[in-house]
Nanobody, 125 residues
């Protein structure tokens, strides 16, 4: 059984926007630090954005800072990633990740215990 389920990926033109969502029927997001990662073909999985479980710290990769926004709705148990001004280099499979009460927004793959199956984002030029 998947712990995390992503949705919202798709094909968009450069300059466009997409909003990704992550939900879970097994994890209560309010006590988990949550993150978004992405993996392009032939490349390693890389950090995109993260939000600490306490809600007072967020972090972004330099490549997406000012364009992407991570947010969560703990009442609905939804993690979101609003992606604006998309570029072809943002094309990748995007993954949601979670770890119990990590005090900081984790930037490393190894910081997280739970992962979704990913959702494809393709940005055409």
């Amino acid at each position: 059984q998947e712990q995390l389920v992503e949705s919202g990926g798709g094909l968009v033109q450069a300059g466009g926007s997409l909003r990704l969502s992550c939900t879970s029927s097994a994890l209560t997001f309010s006590i988990y630090t949550m993150g978004w990662f992405r993996q392009a073909p032939g490349k390693e999985r890389e950090f995109v954005a993260a939000d600490s479980w306490s809600g007072d710290m967020t972090d972004y990769a330099d490549s997406v800072k000012g364009r992407f926004t991570i947010s969560r709705d703990n009442a609905q148990n939804i993690l979101s990633l609003q992606m604006n001004s998309l570029k072809p280099e943002d094309t990748a499979v995007y993954y949601c990740a979670a770890v119990w009460k990590l005090w900081r927004p984790g930037r490393r793959v190894g910081d997280y215990k739970y992962w979704g199956q990913g959702t494809q984002v393709t940005v055409s030029s």
